[in-house]
């Protein structure tokens, strides 16, 4: 028994694919515990009427009702009898995951180019807008039904890309021809996009018809299809974006893996000194990866409106900023961003179920979901406490001449 | 800190080392400080040590002796503490011990020197060397500092080293900064010092510098081992040499009865040629060319001021001078990663003063950066994604813009062979390779490149003997096809025996240009420090025109 433990232990300290995966579980394992104690303990500073007594104090909350309720309920209580797969809350949960695997990979391109790119929700804004603009001008011209779906749709997805990819591009080209820092110059532009989007709407969008700042509505058909029909019970979900997501989050990893463009931008991210060498242009890489970081921010965009809500409104939700945290937990791969943005997508769904369910506040939820983001983003911790109960020698990696790993013996300056 | 042994001698010369051979053998004398005895230490896969005996007498300087791989750092670090032996016997001052980590080697008075000082640069010499053994007043509420300083400057004083204990880190030399590292080891009581390729960061003062200090502390009782893969160091320092080879010790020598011709074999397993042979071949058309090319560095000083140079096909030009003469811009205005402020470089008959680094690079110039932790390698790349640095979109390695993965693979695992990296594990970090294996690889890459020209600067920096001369080997093969060569590098020896023509960099300007055979390597290091050729007040600035 012990035996196992220490492979494990000694499996953790070294990082591949398969300990990821086990660090990750760890974390929420140890999260959830942490977190239920939490819940437990602040149910003795709440008032109820049924609670479990003891010592002389009610502890109204049940911190297993609240997890059940934040993971099986964000999939509709698959546990309880008259579950399909059709349901609202599922649904809910799948509308979170497509829209932050989009912001998602938006961060983890820039990411691994080596830039921090802020401005995913700025890109989203834009995008967002000239989907919906270009949809509503364009419906005019071309015929309804499936053929206008067939058009517009693409159409709307491309300018939302388009739009976002121009907006991106500007800070990318702020930091390699006048040396700005990206970070600060994708702040300013965010707010920058929503004051440009709401001047654009009060001067030429706004819905006659409505006294909320919001563009008029994109033909029905032009929405993006539920399908299959009925999915969701009524919520604004398609399992065709969905599917549009994961195929473009395998694009963005087959980009990386297999292209010449994906080697020189991994390369540019993690050694600026080894891509000159090897022949990028780094100021072009830098244009060119903010351009598509902001090019799948403004997809995101395209996908809010024409999946969710049919028009573009001021009001938009912190996608982009919800990005940068799906893609750190993801640490910036694209599979990554799938597994990161479905669990953000349960959170979400599942702190709606809590609501409904329990009497938890809904500031206890946010501190529950904050700690296992929090534990599962930090995997050095949970890899030191496995180096801790191994050898040193097993935990060091092998090298046939014994130097220390990662250690130049070299490095001379012969006489 | 511990005072030297009573009743030791200065135990200094080679008598002291042929002693240890023969004293070796009941295994039980006293005067030996460090014992190890029948050291195995095995990785999965690897035998790094197989059976190691090594004797340190007290007092002496013991060099350990061996190529990149041979377990001299695995040997060291058994003895730290690093690592715990699977076999063998660790033996201090005659008593066996067991080290569960270098606090334990410390408090029996083993220091290790790395190779990468792990100095605190923004503090002051005293405070680092007091860092982690600060002596404390007002019942460890504060630092003694008055108390630092003196025992700082009594260190320095007892063992003659020119340190000023108030100088920031940052500010001193390479070779001020391993004093602090020794004298760090000293504070802690250190009466073993190991020192990994002590000369590796050194200029050539600075290594004599270092062979003084060695010399006061062994006439101080203190004891040194130090590892090199330089047979000089060995010969020249050394009071006895241990030679490792593929993990396992091939025997002590005493150096004054041996020759570097034996040692090296002894080290690499079969003969070997020191002096590399540059037959004059014919030359053929200039490849490269610059005119009057001046360069600014980082901060806009001018440190490359009007180079002319011509380096023609199957013609090795070898640049020598001291580091930070201007060559290292030179260099990379030549290969495109920075853009000279005047001047014109041709290549292969085209203006390429501004041309792309990967335009430079797809028409055949092939380029061994000084740097191969910063430029010539991606550390954390594993070597078949390193094999394919500079071609990651030549029609040989991807098309379509896609990369030909497998293609890369048979590719890097070709150099890897080819150029005996060790481990040959492809699949590994780049950053877990010795340094002398990250250049084979990267010497390797760029070689098999196909070139028409080869910018090389410091090909051999930090690879053994056997690798050396495969490397020079190749490079002299490769100017035989008729391939033009830039080299540059600070190694005399090196520099003089391959080049065809050598020129001599000072201060952003070649001080001369001459048949290297023609100088002696005095006049060369008289000219590397400035001072122009006799008797010829015209130089000749233009290497292009000596011939």
């Known amino acids: 028994m012990r035996d196992r433990l220490e492979s494990l232990a000694e499996r953790l300290a070294r990082s591949s694919v398969v300990d990821r995966l086990v660090i990750s579980l760890a974390a929420l394992v140890t999260a959830v515990l942490i977190g239920g104690v939490l819940v437990f303990v602040s149910g003795a500073f709440a008032s109820c009427r049924t609670g479990l007594e003891l010592g002389g104090a009610t502890f109204c909350y049940n911190p297993m009702q609240v997890y059940y309720e934040l993971f099986l309920g964000a999939l509709g209580h698959p546990l309880e009898g008259g579950w399909t797969l059709t349901n609202?809350?599922?649904?809910?949960?799948?509308?979170?995951?497509?829209?932050?695997?989009?912001?998602?990979?938006?961060?983890?391109?820039?990411?691994?180019?080596?830039?921090?790119?802020?401005?995913?929700?700025?890109?989203?804004?834009?995008?967002?807008?000239?989907?919906?603009?270009?949809?509503?001008?364009?419906?005019?011209?071309?015929?309804?039904?499936?053929?206008?779906?067939?058009v517009l749709i693409p159409l709307g997805v491309l300018a939302g890309a388009l739009a976002g990819g121009v907006y991106g591009a500007i800070p990318g080209a702020l930091k390699a021809y006048a040396d700005a820092n990206e970070v600060i110059t994708t702040i300013m532009l965010n707010i920058i996009a929503v004051g440009i989007t709401s001047t654009l709407l009060s001067w030429q969008f706004q819905d006659p018809n409505s006294p909320n700042p919001q563009t008029a509505p994109v033909p029905e058909y032009?929405?993006?299809?539920?399908?299959?029909?009925?999915?969701?019970?009524?919520?604004?979900?398609?399992?065709l974006a969905l599917a549009f997501a994961v195929a473009l989050m395998i694009g963005i990893a087959w980009l990386f893996a297999r292209t010449s463009f994906g080697y020189e931008l991994r390369t540019s991210g993690i050694q600026p000194g080894a891509a000159a060498y090897g022949g990028v242009n780094e100021k072009r890489m830098t244009v060119a990866s903010m351009t598509l970081s902001g090019a799948l921010g403004g997809i995101g965009g395209a996908f809010w409106v024409l999946m969710v809500h049919g028009?573009?409104?001021?009001?938009?939700?912190?996608?982009?900023?919800?990005?940068?945290?799906?893609?750190?937990?993801?640490?910036n791969s694209p599979i990554g961003v799938?597994?990161?943005?479905?669990?953000?997508?349960?959170?979400?769904?599942?702190?709606?179920?809590?609501?409904?369910?329990?009497?938890?506040?809904?500031?206890?939820?946010?501190?529950?979901?904050?700690?296992?983001?929090?534990?599962?983003?930090?995997?050095?911790?949970?890899?030191?406490?496995?180096?801790r109960y191994i050898t040193v020698d097993a935990a060091r990696p092998a090298r046939a001449d014994g130097g220390d790993a990662g250690v130049d013996d070299g490095g001379d300056d012969d006489a | 800190m511990s005072e030297p042994e009573p009743g030791t001698t200065d135990g200094t010369g080679p008598t002291a080392a042929v002693e240890t051979n023969t004293a070796a053998l009941d295994g039980t004398n006293s005067d030996l400080a460090v014992h190890l005895d029948g050291i195995t230490k095995r990785f999965p896969g690897v035998v790094a040590n197989d059976d190691v005996d090594l004797r340190v007498e007290r007092g002496t300087v013991h060099a350990l002796l061996g190529e990149n791989g041979a377990g001299k750092t695995t040997l060291m670090n058994v003895l730290y503490g690093l690592y715990r032996p699977d076999e063998g016997r660790v033996v201090?001052?005659?008593?066996?011990?067991?080290?569960?980590?270098?606090?334990?080697?410390?408090?029996?008075?083993?220091?290790?020197?790395?190779?990468?000082?792990?100095?605190?640069?923004?503090m002051t010499v005293a405070e680092n060397i007091a860092l982690g053994n600060e002596p404390t007043k007002w019942f460890g509420m504060a630092v003694d500092r008055d108390r630092i300083d003196r025992e700082v400057r009594d260190l320095c004083d007892r063992y003659g080293f020119e340190v000023d204990p108030d100088a920031t880190v940052e500010n001193v030399s390479v070779g001020v900064q391993q004093r602090v590292e020794i004298l760090k080891a000293l504070f802690r009581g250190a009466d073993v010092l190991i020192l990994d390729e002590p000369t590796a960061v050194l200029t050539p003062q600075e290594v004599e510098g270092l062979y003084d200090v060695l010399e006061e502390l062994t006439a101080q009782g203190k004891t040194i081992i130090f590892i090199t893969h330089k047979l000089e160091e060995a010969t020249h320092a050394a009071d006895a040499i241990t030679v490792l080879r593929d993990g396992e010790s091939v025997g002590t020598v005493d150096p004054d009865r041996t020759d570097r011709e034996a040692l090296a074999e002894r080290m690499v397993g079969r003969e070997v040629i020191l002096e590399a042979d540059s037959d004059p071949v014919e030359t053929g058309d200039t490849v490269l060319s610059t005119r009057d090319v001046t360069v600014e560095d980082d901060r806009g000083v001018e440190v490359v001021s009007g180079i002319d140079l011509d380096v023609r096909a199957g013609e090795i030009l070898g640049i020598a001078g001291v580091d930070g003469n201007g060559q290292a811009e030179l260099i990379e205005a030549i290969t495109g990663l920075r853009l000279p402020d005047e001047g014109r470089i041709n290549y292969a008959g085209d203006d390429i003063t501004t041309w792309s680094r990967r335009r430079r690079i797809e028409n055949g110039m092939a380029y061994i950066p000084e740097d191969r932790q910063e430029r010539g390698l991606v550390m954390p790349f594993d070597l078949v994604e390193n094999g394919?640095?500079?071609?990651?979109?030549?029609?040989?390695?991807?098309?379509?813009?896609?990369?030909?993965?497998?293609g890369?693979?048979?590719?890097?695992?070709?150099?890897?062979e080819t150029y005996d990296v060790r481990p040959p594990d492809a699949n590994a970090d780049a950053r877990s390779f010795s340094g002398g294996n990250q250049q084979k690889f990267i010497v390797g890459r760029e070689f098999e490149r196909d070139p028409s020209l080869v910018v090389a600067t410091h090909p051999t920096r930090g690879v053994d003997i056997g690798s050396t001369e495969f490397i020079h080997d190749r490079l002299l093969e490769l100017r035989r096809e008729g391939v033009a060569v830039l080299l540059v590098s600070s190694k005399l020896d090196e520099i003089r025996s391959l080049s065809d023509r050598l020129a001599v960099m000072y201060e952003g300007e070649f001080i001369d240009v001459t048949d290297p055979d023609a100088v002696t390597e005095e006049e060369l290091g008289l000219r590397m420090a400035g001072q122009r050729p006799d008797g010829e007040a015209d130089r000749h600035p233009n290497p292009g025109e000596s011939r």
């Open chain 2, 92 to 122: 201090i001052d005659g008593e066996e011990r067991t080290f569960d980590s270098p606090r334990d080697a410390i408090d029996a008075g083993i220091g290790m020197i790395h190779q990468h000082f792990m100095l605190v640069d923004p």
């Open chain 2, 408 to 416: 890369v693979r048979d590719h890097a695992e070709e150099i890897i």
């Open chain 1, 222 to 239: 032009a929405e993006i299809p539920t399908i299959p029909g009925g999915f969701g019970g009524g919520m604004d979900f398609s399992l």
């Open chain 1, 311 to 331: 028009r573009w409104l001021e009001n938009v939700p912190s996608l982009g900023f919800d990005g940068i945290a799906v893609s750190v937990l993801a640490g």
């Open chain 2, 388 to 406: 394919v640095l500079g071609s990651q979109r030549s029609g040989r390695f991807a098309s379509g813009g896609r990369i030909d993965w497998p």
């Open chain 1, 88 to 150: 609202y809350s599922l649904a809910t949960t799948l509308q979170q995951t497509t829209l932050l695997i989009f912001t998602g990979l938006s961060v983890a391109v820039a990411f691994r180019a080596g830039l921090l790119n802020i401005g995913t929700q700025g890109q989203l804004v834009v995008g967002g807008l000239a989907t919906a603009v270009t949809v509503v001008y364009a419906a005019a011209v071309v015929p309804t039904g499936f053929i206008g779906a067939l």
């Open chain 1, 338 to 387: 799938g597994a990161a943005a479905f669990l953000f997508g349960i959170f979400d769904s599942g702190g709606n179920s809590i609501k409904t369910a329990t009497d938890v506040p809904p500031e206890l939820v946010g501190i529950l979901t904050g700690f296992i983001i929090l534990f599962v983003a930090m995997p050095e911790f949970f890899r030191l406490l496995g180096r």
